[in-house]
């Protein structure tokens, strides 16, 4: 039977690979939606300049490769791929399905003689070379990726025009605003300097006396001009 389940993943492998792609086109919008969300946050936290960071678009291309390789190297199986084409055509009758737990099912598997199973799966393989297989590819989750990752680039557009750019005083904490030191306590007025000029009667007849430094007390003849 290995010829004919060679000929079987043939004719089913146009739809695998298809479905793969899909499921890599989906990966990479959901990455995209991921990253720009990844954006957002930031330009909303830190404003638009935070854009310029190379560990932000570090991150945000680690957001947009990650689901596209986990998509990407997402397997099909055959009897997957057969399901969804008996679902999509329905006349089939399951010999899809049949043909391919014939081939890829354990061995001596349910009581099919060796005739009767070449010919079931010789009959499914020309039925799928017939048949328009992209019609059978489930293209909602490709959609809806695709949606998400519009909305999220608008999200991040947004953010962009209209968060205004932070200033670095804006990034100052509120915990490091000290308030300046007061300044000493005012000092009371004090004589640092003093001289007095006692100038006696004139029927004195003696001179002028001058006194300097700061003295507690000043003693003169009564009518003198000190």
Known sequence: MSAERTRLDAALRPYVLRRRAIA???GLLQGIALAALALTVAIVVA???VLDAPEVRLAALVALLTPTAIRSCSRVRPIEAALAIEHAFPFLQDRVATAVEITHGPAGRGACSETLC???????TEALRDLPLA???DRRPLVAAAIAALASIVLVVAAWALIPPR???TYVPAAAVIAEPA???P???AILDLAVTVAPPQYTGLPERRIEGAAESVRALAGSQV
């Open 167 to 169: 200033t670095p005083e």
């Open 24 to 26: 890599a086109a989906a």
């Open 183 to 185: 300044g000493p306590p």
């Open 135 to 137: 019609r059978a590819l």
């Open 187 to 189: 000092q009371p007025p």
């Open 118 to 124: 070449r010919r079931v799966v010789a009959e499914a």
């Open 47 to 49: 404003g638009p300049g």
